[in-house]
């Protein structure tokens, strides 16, 4: 605490390898929703609606690993 926050200490940047394996962590837990609970019943839309966050999240993690990564190649 000390270091970050009385001292003026700034925090490391997560790796774009962070978010390019989280990211896909979500699209795969999205596309294998459908798989494993493939009969919603009468709540469809709760099911679509979850597979939706899941994979709108996991793309945007996803888009934010691969920015990460294109930066890092361009300081080298």
């Given at each position: ?7 003026g200490g ?19 837990a999205g ?46």
């Amino acid at each position: 605490m000390l270091r970050y926050g009385l001292l003026g200490g700034s925090r490391p940047n997560l790796p774009w390898e962070f978010f390019i394996s989280m990211g896909g962590a979500l699209v795969a837990a999205g596309l294998l929703f459908t798989v494993l609970y493939p009969l919603w019943s009468t709540y469809a839309w709760v099911g679509l609606l979850e597979m939706g966050v899941f994979l709108i999240a996991g793309c945007v993690l996803l888009a934010a690993g691969l920015v990460r990564r294109r930066r890092g190649l361009r300081k080298s």
